[in-house]
């Protein structure tokens, strides 16, 4: 019997839980394994019972994050989503998501320098309806005053 997941990852990375993300980089180099062997290569840094890999494996292959097919009387996972295309994925929604999409913003960000005009307004911009982003960018008071979060004056924004 196989149960085969072919969805291609229909789920964002940045969703899967800490011990999700936990098997699915032990699982990514090996390429391919049991739940037994996952459980075996966390202990070291995150001893789990069997039973609590076994549900973390059946929830990613419901997911679509993995696949897994029968093989004799356990199953074997086999990532949908390779180390690479999740790491791109994750990094793709942080920069939409915190950045507007800026990738010069992020790289601001990271550099602990404040990003350039242009690439703040246009991060401002575009995410204008993000309240993260409206919250932490210095924008100007017509964006900032579309921000979901009110001011820290201690004046409540009704």
Not at 54 to 76: C, F, N, P, S, W
Not at 143 to 148: G, I, Q
């Amino acid at each position: 019997m196989t149960d085969t997941k072919t969805s291609s990852s229909r789920h964002a990375v940045l969703d899967l839980a800490p011990l999700e993300l936990d098997c699915m980089n032990v699982l990514w180099p090996m390429g391919e394994g049991t739940v037994r062997e996952i459980r075996d290569a966390l202990a070291a840094r995150r001893p789990r019972a069997y039973t609590t890999i076994m549900t973390i494996m059946d929830r990613l292959a419901r997911k679509g994050v993995v696949e897994r097919r029968k093989t004799g009387r356990a199953y074997t996972y086999r990532p949908n989503l390779s180390a690479e295309n999740a790491r791109a994925q994750a990094l793709s929604q942080v920069i939409e998501s915190f950045f507007g999409g800026s990738k010069e913003s992020l790289m601001a960000h990271l550099d602990g320098a404040q990003p350039k005009p242009r690439a703040l307004a246009a991060a401002v911009a575009g995410g204008a309806g993000n309240p993260v982003l409206a919250a932490t960018s210095p924008a100007p008071a017509a964006v900032a005053s579309s921000a979901v979060i009110p001011p820290t004056g201690g004046d409540s924004v009704t």
